[in-house]
Structure formats: structure tokens, C-alpha cells
Nanobody, 125 residues
Framework: QVKLVESGGDSVQAGGSLRLSCVAF????????MGWFRQAPGKERETVAVINSDGSTNYAVSVKGRFTISRDNAKNTLYLQMNSLKPEDTAMYYC???????????????????WGQGTQVTVSS
């Protein structure tokens, strides 16, 4: 009933762009903060972007200026536009929702109440 499905991951050259999408099924996530986190082998999990229910955003320093998070509440869809991709961006990317319904969260304070299956992004040199 509560399901997040990511898509859009691919293998790209450094400097390229990708747009990830996450569709939420069976639930209205508009009241919640949503975000994207990534996980790569040997690295700590990193929340890269957060968007609150009012549309305000917050980004990890590692992606600031390159990634843009957005949401379309009517479609219950979350997006992550990734530009100027670097090899270090290679990871499995997950969309997530913080179900605590807190007004404002950042990449440092967001908690992953639920998340999807992930979509792989691979950036080659």
C-alpha cells in the first residue's frame, strides 16, 4: 500500500546529466518532507537532497549547485535533476519520506521513514 518506486538511473559519462524520478503509490506524501539518499560500497550513506512540504530545499555540500530536488504533489512524484555528474556520484540512489510531518528538515535531520528499491547511477571518467 505504501510504496516508492525510483527510476531514471543509468550509466553516464562524467559531466553528463540524469533525472531521477520517484513515484509514490498508495499514499499521499504531500504533508511530508521527502528526499534522496545514496549508498555506495565502502561509503557512508549520504542524504543528498531534501524538499519540505512547503517546497523549501536543502542539499548536501557534495552536490550543492549541481543537483536540484523538486516535487509534483498532484502526481505524487519526486524528482532529482543531476547535472555535472562526477565519478564520485556513483551510487545506488533511493527516494525516501520522513513520516514525522515536521515542518522543516535538512539533510542532517531528515529520517528515512520509508524508501524505495533504489536506482543505480554510474558515472564513468
Amino acid at each position: 500500500q505504501v510504496k516508492l518506486v525510483e527510476s531514471g538511473g543509468d550509466s553516464v559519462q562524467a559531466g553528463g546529466s540524469l533525472r531521477l524520478s520517484c513515484v509514490a503509490f498508495g499514499y499521499d506524501y504531500s504533508p511530508y518532507c521527502m528526499g534522496w539518499f545514496r549508498q555506495a560500497p565502502g561509503k557512508e550513506r549520504e542524504t543528498v537532497a531534501v524538499i519540505n512540504s512547503d517546497g523549501s530545499t536543502n542539499y548536501a555540500v557534495s552536490v550543492k549547485g549541481r543537483f536540484t530536488i523538486s516535487r509534483d504533489n498532484a502526481k505524487n512524484t519526486l524528482y532529482l535533476q543531476m547535472n555535472s555528474l562526477k565519478p564520485e556520484d556513483t551510487a545506488m540512489y533511493y527516494c525516501a519520506a520522513d513520516l514525522r510531518e515536521i515542518a522543516y528538515l535538512t539533510v542532517a535531520t531528515m529520517e528515512y521513514g520509508t524508501w524505495g528499491q533504489g536506482t543505480q547511477v554510474t558515472v564513468s571518467s
